[in-house]
Nanobody, 124 residues
């Protein structure tokens, strides 16, 4: 399984970006999909995810109200719409997929497949 992430770039604080991640196989009802990010000098952290059982969405506190995760099952693609971006959102963003149990969604455990990362830089 390959995940291809895109959509990163440089944006001013308050601006928006939409990240995309296309999978080489169908992930609907099979895999939980999620976005993680890693800022320089920090550990990778969960941003948002869609659980494969029921399709419910989950967000990190830092993303709630500003970011929105969605998926287009026909295109095997998921998105992360990021609004009201802040300099603290600067990081490499990774998409991930796997048979993740609900209690582990916010950790990297169970995500078998990872995209290559796309850099988001938010200037002040």
């Amino acid at each position: 399984v390959q995940l291809q992430a895109s959509g990163g770039g440089l944006v001013q604080a308050g601006g928006s970006l939409r990240l995309s991640c296309t999978a080489s196989i169908r992930t609907q009802n099979r895999y939980t999909v999620a976005w993680f990010r890693q800022a320089p000098g920090k550990e990778r952290e969960f941003v948002a995810g869609i659980h494969h059982s029921g399709g419910r969405t989950y967000y990190a506190d830092s993303a709630k109200g500003r970011f929105s995760i969605s998926r287009d099952n026909a295109q095997n693609t998921m998105y992360l719409q990021m609004n009201s971006l802040k300099p603290d959102d600067t990081a490499v963003y990774y998409c991930a997929a796997g048979p993740v149990i609900l209690s582990s969604m916010r950790t990297s455990a169970g995500y078998y497949y990872w995209g290559q990362g796309t850099l988001v830089t938010v200037s002040s």
